[in-house]
């Protein structure tokens, strides 16, 4: 599997934007960009998924660079329960391989 | 719709004892996964079925490990005997197919083996 880079951890101010960036040097052209979250004593949550274009749903947007060797998680508007741990992913959609977590970056968000 | 189910919640055993783990995922879903997450760690891939057949079960320590998924649904997994590295939170997750269509993960039983 491609490996991702993320930093281990950020820090946001409630109701401020925030960007959580994502390396993947070695992604193939083939693999989706995953970002799943892991709220305290829960299991991870999936929040956005994308392969070129920029993603956006209720939860969050998604940024893809052009080469797409990074991209970054936006969150418009960071609450106190937007606190947890951000794993970003790559994946190849069309095969079974299943999702393969890394140590994500630990989000604290300071009311 | 309701969500994956997981059982126990919790679990304290000593070392070398047995133990079980439960998982319903959501009706429907044909993938199911365990996961391993150790504290401090990201989820570890235990084993993949698709229905009721093994797709991955490269990283299971099958010495001591084993799950079956019986008639493609619900799921357990066991391990025999247990030992104080096997402390963690077994995670379960569902999915429609692969991972375009995004995991649904259970909230897990942690597990201290003492």
């Known amino acids: ?85 951000y794993y970003c992913i790559l994946s190849w ?10 140590k994500g970056t630990r989000l604290s968000v300071i009311a | 719709e309701a969500g994956v189910a997981q059982s126990p919640r919790y679990k304290i055993i000593e070392k070398r004892q047995s133990v079980a783990f439960w998982c319903n995922p959501i009706s429907g879903h044909a993938t199911l996964y365990w996961y ?31 799950a079956e998924r019986l008639k493609g649904v619900d799921s357990t997994l066991k391990i025999q005997p247990a030992k104080l590295e096997d402390s963690a939170v077994y995670l379960c997750a569902s999915s429609l197919g692969n991972s375009y269509y995004g995991y649904t993960f259970g909230s897990g039983t942690r597990l201290t083996v003492v």
């Open chain 1, 93 to 102: 959609n069309s095969g079974n391989t299943p999702l393969v977590f890394g």
């Open chain 2, 36 to 66: 391993q997450q150790i504290l401090g760690q990201g989820p570890k891939l235990l084993i993949q079925f698709q229905n009721n057949g093994v797709v991955d079960d490269s990283q299971l320590p099958k010495d001591r490990f084993s």
């Open chain 1, 1 to 85: 599997d491609a490996k991702t880079t993320q930093p281990n951890s950020m820090e946001s101010n409630e109701e401020e934007p925030v960007h959580l960036p994502c390396n993947h040097s070695t992604i193939s052209g083939t693999d989706y960009i995953h970002w799943y979250r892991q709220l305290p004593s829960q299991g991870p949550e999936y929040v956005i998924h994308g392969l070129t274009s920029n993603v956006n749903n209720r939860m969050a947007s998604l940024a893809i660079a052009e080469d797409r060797k990074s991209s970054t998680l936006i969150l418009h508007r960071a609450t106190l329960r937007d606190a947890a741990v």
